[in-house]
């Protein structure tokens, strides 16, 4: 299946960068995005590889409820979003740092 290239620039918004994504980055090997709310699976892993141009062995997603916060009387709720696990095929590797410093 083909998707519009200008469709998939649009489906990864950023790297979920955390210690707690960090870790199991490395346990795993994986990569975290923050995604479309409305991206798929199939999506998601054209996306990657388009842009990154590495080969995904498989990708898991996450629903993220967005958190209740006050403000002074009234209560107010963050947007929820979709976060994305990829599963990198062996070998692969996604470096964010390097690319930030070129």
């Not at 490395?26 to 699976?41: C, H, L, M, P, Y």
């Not at 498989?58 to 979003?81: A, E, H, T």
Request: charged share 25%; hydrophobic share 40%.
């Amino acid at each position: 299946m083909s998707y519009s290239q200008e469709r998939l620039l649009q489906v990864l918004l950023a790297p979920q960068i955390s210690e707690k994504t960090t870790a199991v980055a490395e346990k795993n090997e994986q990569v975290i995005f923050r995604v479309a709310s409305d991206a798929t699976k199939p999506e998601i892993k054209a996306a990657v590889e388009l842009l990154f141009k590495v080969q995904v062995d498989s990708v898991q997603v996450l629903n993220v409820k967005g958190k209740i916060k006050r403000f002074g009387r009234s209560i107010g709720q963050r947007k929820g979003w979709k976060k994305a696990f990829v599963s990198l095929k062996p070998g692969q590797e996604i470096n964010f740092v390097e690319r930030g410093a070129a």
